[in-house]
Nanobody, 125 residues
Framework: QVQLVESGGGLVQAGDSLSLSCAGFGRAFHSYSMGWFRQAPGLEREFVAGSNWNGGRTHYAESVKGRFTISRDHAKNTVYLQMNSLKPEDTAVYYC??????????????????WGQGTQVTVSS
């Protein structure tokens, strides 16, 4: 079993940056693809960024390409999402996700095996 704990959310102004962290707990953590999803009130949870098991391949939603970067630190069992040039439309609860097998960087919400509790990101104009 894998447990995920996110941190790093907060309130920022448009153009600012935030870095989210997701700490993983579990022996099989390194075998999973890892990703970030976000969900605004009343909307569907959407894919933001993903990484295969070793970070060799990544994939991003078109809306965040060039602004967000996903990375993994296996020694720390941690996945990060660096968010730059934030926009008000990035406002959402951000969720860390683990999906097995770990070969893919693109993750569908329905295939997620484990979710973090979510961390709120709010971007003001």
């Amino acid at each position: 079993q894998v447990q995920l704990v996110e941190s790093g959310g907060g309130l920022v102004q448009a153009g600012d940056s935030l870095s989210l962290s997701c700490a993983g707990f579990g022996r099989a953590f390194h075998s999973y693809s890892m990703g970030w999803f976000r969900q605004a009130p009343g909307l569907e949870r959407e894919f933001v960024a993903g990484s295969n098991w070793n970070g060799g391949r990544t994939h991003y939603a078109e809306s965040v390409k060039g602004r967000f970067t996903i990375s993994r630190d296996h020694a720390k069992n941690t996945v990060y999402l660096q968010m730059n040039s934030l926009k008000p439309e990035d406002t959402a609860v951000y969720y860390c996700a683990a999906s097995f097998p770990g070969t893919e960087a693109t993750i569908e919400a329905r295939s997620v095996n484990y979710w973090g509790q979510g961390t709120q990101v709010t971007v003001s104009s």
